[in-house]
């Protein structure tokens, strides 16, 4: 695998070489400080792109042009980096070789009229494809709701910090999406336009060369833009007392969402320590949480945590009955107390190590894996993967002791299931 990475000024240009794969996977990333007003409108101007294009007016007419382009595939993703909103357009086609000459080059000059050529007349889009994609958002928006795993945790870092951009819904708002018009969402289309940072990334078997001469002919941004805060979010104390809420919910089962702040870790143990200890705790079926919760007591349907490192916070969530509620919060304290006394086996540290070397060598197994891989080395300057690996395996027991103390309990959240 080669990696080569170009300022073109107004943005960079990775390409990876890989001749493991039958495609050419292109992934088009738009990083803007996140605002909590422009959420909603970020995830629906996405949408409307990949509706309706000068060209292609209707998803039939792109579903049709993907048809012809060898059954391509396009899509976008939306997800927060800590202070920052990242929006992400992605291309899979065929290599040539597998479909014929001139494809690809087709195929990324229909990817970049998706972005740059929107379906806009008078300074605003068009009003017909406009209200079918507000209509799927409103429709999105107002079930939230119904899918109580995510509605908990959504729910529990608003109670959390209300102010951090660790509270703010993915989907957006609702009275945020009554407030988009047609001309509001082209002048919003023109601004990130011109004001995100882009990063374009190309990998396959790909020659250097005939890429960069195809991107710079096709994705003409041209306005020098660069990052002015920092990714991560400012750390910030836990409570000195623990804030407990519930709410009823018209479900069949309660849904515990546990938030713990990470306070004064070293970018060693944000990197890789923690990593080994939230595999430890409630990383997988073989965990503390997993095994002492869920088959040891009963006490839960299901159980895991996860870390965020750039919202310095780490989730527990969990389903349970609401009469267990207390019960499993007080397991929960006692493994993570465990933890800090550092009553846990070597073989757990081994058999941690061996999962996180196992998920790495996947990342190899994907292209839009390896892309984002090395969008994160070169956005947060984190370790290549080799180096990663190294670094892991010298995680020691006193690491993940240390860790552990840095782990603190903010605030416990639980939707209740009135049906139970």
């Known amino acids: 695998m080669e990696y080569k990475v170009k300022d073109l ?24 400080p996140v605002k909590k007003k422009e959420i909603t409108i970020r995830n629906f101007l996405a949408a409307m792109l990949m509706a309706t294009n000068e060209k292609y007016k209707t998803r039939r007419d792109i579903a049709l042009k993907c ?28 290599e040539d070789k597998y479909s014929e000459d001139g494809n690809l080059e087709e195929a990324l000059r229909f990817f970049s009229d998706i972005i740059y050529k929107p379906n806009v007349s008078s300074n605003m889009f068009d ?21 109580g795993d995510n509605y908990s945790l959504i729910r529990m870092l608003e109670e959390m ?29 023109k601004n990130m ?38 990714c991560r979010l400012e750390e910030k104390n836990s409570r000195s007392k623990k804030l407990i809420k519930l709410e009823e919910n018209d479900s069949n089962q309660s849904k515990l969402a546990v938030g713990c702040r990470l306070v004064g ?23 503390k949480l997993f095994k002492e919760v869920r088959e040891a007591h009963s006490m839960a349907y299901y159980i895991s945590s996860v870390v965020n490192k750039l919202d310095n916070i780490m989730l527990i969530r969990a389903g349970i009955t609401r009469d267990n509620f ?19 086996l070597d073989d757990d540290i081994a058999k941690a190590k061996q999962i996180y070397l196992s998920a790495i060598d996947e990342i190899e197994e994907s292209q839009s894996d390896i892309i984002d891989s090395y969008y994160m080395m070169d956005l947060l300057g984190v370790d290549d993967i080799e180096t990663k690996k190294k670094k892991m395996m010298l995680v020691s027991r006193d690491d993940i002791i240390k860790v552990s103390k840095k782990v603190l309990i903010d605030t416990i ?5 009135v049906k139970e």
């Open 161 to 189: 910090d209300s102010s951090s951009p660790l509270s703010y819904r993915a989907a957006g708002y609702l009275e945020d999406l009554e407030q988009i018009t047609p001309t509001i969402l082209y002048d919003y289309y």
């Open 265 to 287: 870790l070293t970018d060693y143990e944000r990197n890789y320590a923690l990593t080994i200890y939230n595999i430890i705790l409630g990383g997988g079926t073989d965990s």
């Open 127 to 147: 009003e017909k494809v406009f209200q079918i994609v507000k209509s799927d958002a409103l429709i999105s928006l107002s079930s939230l709701k119904e899918n």
């Open 326 to 344: 207390d019960s499993v919060v007080k397991l929960i304290e006692q493994e993570m107390n465990q933890m800090k006394k550092g009553k846990f």
């Open 9 to 32: 000024g107004s943005y960079k240009l990775h390409l990876i070489k890989n001749d493991k794969f039958k495609t050419i996977r292109t992934k088009v990333f738009f990083n803007a």
């Open 67 to 94: 048809q012809d382009l060898y059954s391509c595939n396009i899509g976008y993703n939306i997800s927060r980096f800590g202070n920052y909103s990242n929006l992400c357009f992605s291309l899979n086609v065929l």
């Open 413 to 417: 959240y639980m939707l209740e299931g």
């Open 193 to 230: 336009i011109d004001r995100d940072i882009m990063d374009i990334f190309v990998i396959g078997n790909i020659d250097f060369k005939e890429i960069e001469d195809i991107i710079r002919a096709n994705f003409p941004t041209k306005i020098f833009k660069k990052i002015t805060i920092p």
